[in-house]
């Protein structure tokens, strides 16, 4: 279970429709603040804000060049993260699912 606590600020950044689009967009590559901005149609604040939850969960890398700010997933934390879904979501003999069955008086 330790395991889990280690997303749940991903999944938490990820439950946000324009962090998903965002994420989708720099799957692509690194773009500039500004290409986000143009797509989405929303304020620097409203991205900033979007940014800093993409980027505090290890999701997205900023780098700052000139006055311009360019971000980037971070690979290493996409690769982990997508083996941790596949982990919890593939068969495997000491899954949770095999715990011993409740009894009928703990499950109402």
Known sequence: ???YTKYIEVLKALSDR???NIVDMLSCGELCACMILEKFHITQPTLSHHMKKLSDCGLV????????????????????????????????????????????????
């Open 1 to 3: 279970m330790d395991s």
């Open 18 to 20: 324009n962090r998903l």
């Open 61 to 108: 890398n900023g780098r700052k060049e000139g006055r311009w700010m360019y971000y980037s997933l971070d690979e290493n934390t996409v690769l982990e993260f997508t083996a941790f879904l596949t982990e919890i979501t593939s068969h495997k003999e000491n899954c949770i699912c095999f715990a011993e069955p409740c009894s009928e008086r703990d499950c109402k």
